[in-house]
Antibody, heavy 120, light 107 residues
Framework: QLQLQESGPGLVKPSETLSLTCTVSGGSISSSRYYWGWIRQPPGKGLRWIGSIYYSGSTYYNPSLKSRVTISVDTSKNQFSLKLSSVTAADTAVYYC????????????WGRGTLVTVSS | DIVMTQSPATLSVSPGERATLSCRASQTVSSNLAWYQQKPGQAPRLLIFGASTRATGIPARFSGSGSETEFTLTISSLQSEDFAVYYCQQYNNWPPDTFGQGTKLEI
């Protein structure tokens, strides 16, 4: 059964870069059927899609965050990663890695999520 | 940008009863509408896509209906494990970022 697992620092200082990795287990990230992405949820608030990547490296970003986001993929490690630069307290959230199909942009598989707090 | 509005914000229902949750889009999204369930401390789980198709492993008591701008998630005969927050999401328009604000289903 395919699973997603987020990893990375739980605390990031303001103005620094948030870096997270998602490890895909139980299946290959190099599937032609799926995109791999990130969604975040500030404490007590709703969901916001950050961006997604195809195994070939093609990326799709939320326009509202595009200037600060980089998503990359490492097929040899079955991982994909998120970098969010110049973070502020507003970037404090639970970050989920997710999967969507290339046909439709709903999210059928989610990691358990990891809380990232931006604070000095 | 499309705005997804869910109602009510909180719905109080007794176990065994039926719950009806609504999601309205500010412009048509065809049938490109998904529903998710989120329990406290857990990730959201996909329940419904294509407005009415249950995801793998989702019990038949969950059903979705609607198209264009008006959508409904119905949970017949509520079980204790169904009390959670429910989100709708449109994926008809780019970016696929438009989630509703959620409906909390409580006992």
């Amino acid at each position: 059964q395919l699973q997603l697992q987020e990893s990375g620092p739980g605390l990031v200082k303001p103005s620094e870069t948030l870096s997270l990795t998602c490890t895909v287990s139980g299946g290959s990230i190099s599937s032609s059927r799926y995109y791999w992405g990130w969604i975040r949820q500030p404490p007590g608030k709703g969901l916001r899609w950050i961006g997604s990547i195809y195994y070939s490296g093609s990326t799709y970003y939320n326009p509202s965050l595009k200037s600060r986001v980089t998503i990359s993929v490492d097929t040899s490690k079955n991982q994909f990663s998120l970098k969010l630069s110049s973070v502020t307290a507003a970037d404090t959230a639970v970050y989920y890695c997710v999967r969507s199909t290339v046909v439709n942009w709903f999210f059928d598989l989610w990691g358990r999520g990891t809380l990232v707090t931006v604070s000095s | 940008d499309i705005v997804m509005t869910q109602s009510p914000a909180t719905l109080s229902v007794s176990p065994g009863e039926r719950a009806t949750l609504s999601c309205r889009a500010s412009q048509t999204v065809s049938s490109n509408l998904a529903w998710y369930q989120q329990k406290p401390g857990q990730a959201p789980r996909l329940l419904i896509f294509g407005a009415s198709t249950r995801a793998t492993g989702i019990p038949a008591r969950f059903s979705g209906s609607g198209s264009e701008t008006e959508f409904t998630l119905t949970i017949s005969s509520l079980q204790s494990e169904d009390f959670a927050v429910y989100y709708c999401q449109q994926y008809n328009n780019w970016p696929p970022d438009t989630f509703g604000q959620g409906t909390k289903l409580e006992i």
